[in-house]
Nanobody
Framework: QAQLVESGGGLVQAGGSLRLACTAS????????LAWFRQPPGKKREFVAA????????YYGHSAKGRFTISGDSAKNTVYLRMYSLEPEDTAVYYC????????????????WGQGTQVTVSS
């Protein structure tokens, strides 16, 4: 079964940057999309960004546009999320997901999930 492991979370001051990474340990299942979601305290899980493995086409949610950049390394089965100009509102557990769907913004578009990594932004 596919396994996703996130890393790179931590504590950062407002205006700072972080880079998250997610590595898929199982390549035989061949997911077509890798994505990042986040869940702030007391709120539902929301879409952040996604990337198609076939052509590295990126997709961004409104909260990520202009501040976050998603990229992938197919040889390493790894996806990255570079976050800039972080704000306290970005504080959340960030989850990596893998799937194959015609859409990319819904949790139901994905089959496999990592356990999440905590990002905390202080003011």
């Amino acid at each position: 079964q596919a396994q996703l492991v996130e890393s790179g979370g931590g504590l950062v001051q407002a205006g700072g940057s972080l880079r998250l990474a997610c590595t898929a340990s199982e390549t035989r299942l061949g997911p077509y999309t890798l994505a990042w979601f986040r869940q702030p305290p007391g709120k539902k899980r929301e879409f952040v960004a996604a990337i198609r493995l076939i052509d590295n086409s990126p997709y961004y949610g409104h909260s990520a546009k202009g501040r976050f950049t998603i990229s992938g390394d197919s040889a390493k089965n790894t996806v990255y999320l570079r976050m800039y100009s972080l704000e306290p509102e970005d504080t959340a557990v960030y989850y990596c997901a893998a799937g194959n769907s015609d859409t990319v913004v819904r949790t139901s578009d994905y089959t496999y999930w990592g356990q999440g990594t905590q990002v905390t932004v202080s003011s």
